[in-house]
């Protein structure tokens, strides 16, 4: 049986992502920060563990948890906008964010990644097209996109130590989605969104470097 670990399960495409693949019988392991949250994944089936990404403890626990596992995938979806505003940007905004989206990255993907190479599998990252640096055409939103531009260098890195133990490594833009964060006028449903990841991972090599993904397959620029 395949196993999946699932980081940020809460919600939106993180809950999604479990949910399609426990329909496909995959063992799922999941995370999120609340107990009831975690619940509801147990409902669906998955091994659920709580976990807030900023607490270095909680990061440091759950590699114990996961210890010898084989995790044919592993997607680490947790992850904040921030302010919606621009300019200069207050130090709890900054904290949240950067701690929320890299700092947790630094931590945990060192990690998932031994993990994953015990299985020859796939490690993704939640990532967003606004983290390009060559295909960026505005400003808006500039502390997420920093957050995102630095999330793909912590990807690239973990490739350069972990792929030639046999991990592929994907930064994931996943759409503009219908959730809390992209808000009710998004382009696409969390379902077709998590169906378009599953489906790029399941196409990409055993031996794939970093690479940049829309949710569809299509490449990004880093």
Known sequence: MSTALIIGASRGIGHEIVRQYRQDGWRV???ARKAQDCEALKQLGAEAHQLDVTDVEGCAGLGWKLDDEKL???ILNAGVYGPRHDGFPAQADFDSVMHTNVLAA?????ILAPLVANAHGKLAVLS?????????SNPSGSLYRASKAALNSVLIDTALVHGPQGVSCVAFHPGWVRTDMGGEGADISPEESAAGIRATLASLPPTQQAVFRNYDG???AW
């Open 106 to 110: 630094m931590r945990l993907l060192p």
């Open 72 to 74: 044919d995938v592993a």
């Open 29 to 31: 392991i999941a995370t």
């Open 128 to 136: 967003s097209h606004m983290g390009s640096l060559s295909e960026r």
């Open 218 to 220: 299509k490449p990004i």
